[in-house]
């Protein structure tokens, strides 16, 4: 057959083959984010309320769950009260445990001390998983710069082989004004170092400001990456570096770019809890209600 002839046939018999994407997986839409709504316990933590009043006031608000501390789930327990006793409390009020919040020092570089971490955080997870909570931050405690984060992924990898074994999966934190761990950067390495399809990043307005991040490196994660993600703003009023946890403020409240990153959420995919994390003295001498209230309102205006 010619060259001519033979381009004519190959042209003629690509017409006639249906119209289907080499990479269907590429032109797929991808469905929008599921968004639920947290309340972590610290935006509380002035009015000194104790654990089962944080549950109520939670519920009454409307949110769908709260973040917890440990340390209040023992202080609980000290005043005689059982784990089976503060599941049943949830449940009474109809939310949900998403996440808790823990300091176990598991990243050290140092063997003894994140030997000392994975316990503790083993105990922490037993805790957790007989209240039905699925979740534990797990920020770079014990870690010291700089951190090697091939090996910070290693370390990573057996904190999720442990969470899997307790059912409570280990969300990997930054903390902005924490050298050795402060860049989302450095977590999307560590979790992709941990090569692991449980790996999970907990991202926080505030941290990813105050660690130099910035907001469009949320747009590489896809939508099973971050199940939490800590809601709140921040404001001009002092250069970045000189900004505290304290200085944290409503979302809408400050100059984040709030509506973008809510769209970046959205359209990831997979199922988010927006958690409202204040450490505000203001926030703190308001009425524990009010607080909860408004907080929730302020997260379900941009989603």
């Known amino acids: 057959m010619k060259r001519r002839n033979l381009l004519k046939s190959i042209a003629v018999g690509a017409a006639a083959l249906p119209l289907v994407p080499a990479f269907a997986s590429s032109t797929e839409k991808i469905k929008e984010s ?62 949900i445990p998403v996440n808790a919040i823990g300091f176990a020092p598991w990243m050290a570089q140092d063997v003894a001390k994140s030997k000392a971490g994975f316990e503790q955080m083993e105990r922490e997870m037993r805790m957790l998983e007989e209240i039905g909570c699925a979740r534990v931050a797990a920020p770079a405690i014990g870690a010291t710069d700089p951190v090697d984060l091939l090996a910070a992924g290693e370390q990573y990898a057996q904190l999720i082989a442990l969470g899997r074994k ?55 994660l896809n939508g ?22 304290s200085d944290r403020v409503y979302p809408g409240d400050g100059i984040a770019p709030l509506k973008e990153i809510a769209a970046t959420l959205k359209a ?19 009425d524990a209600q009010e607080v909860a209230n408004t907080g929730l309102k302020k997260m379900q205006q941009f989603f």
């Open 166 to 220: 307790m059912g409570v999966m280990p969300q990997l934190e930054f903390w902005g004004s924490f050298a050795p761990f402060h860049h989302l950067g450095q977590a999307l390495a560590t979790a992709a170092a941990a090569n692991d399809a449980d790996a999970r990043i907990l991202p926080d307005i505030y941290h990813l400001f105050r660690g130099g991040s910035g907001f469009e490196g949320l747009k590489l």
């Open 224 to 245: 099973n990456a971050i199940e939490v993600f800590h809601m709140n703003d921040f404001t001009a009023d002092k250069p970045r570096l000189e900004q505290k946890d």
């Open 268 to 286: 990831m995919g997979g199922t988010k809890y927006m958690s409202l994390e204040l450490f505000n003295e203001a926030v703190w001498a308001q």
């Open 34 to 95: 599921t968004i639920k709504f947290s309340l972590n316990t610290s935006t509380l933590r002035g009015q000194k309320v104790d654990l089962p009043q944080l549950i109520e006031i939670a519920a009454k608000a409307g949110y769908d769950g709260i973040e917890l501390w440990i340390s209040e789930m023992e202080t609980y327990l000290k005043t005689g009260k059982s784990l089976a006793s503060l599941k049943k409390h949830f449940s009474d009020v109809g939310i």
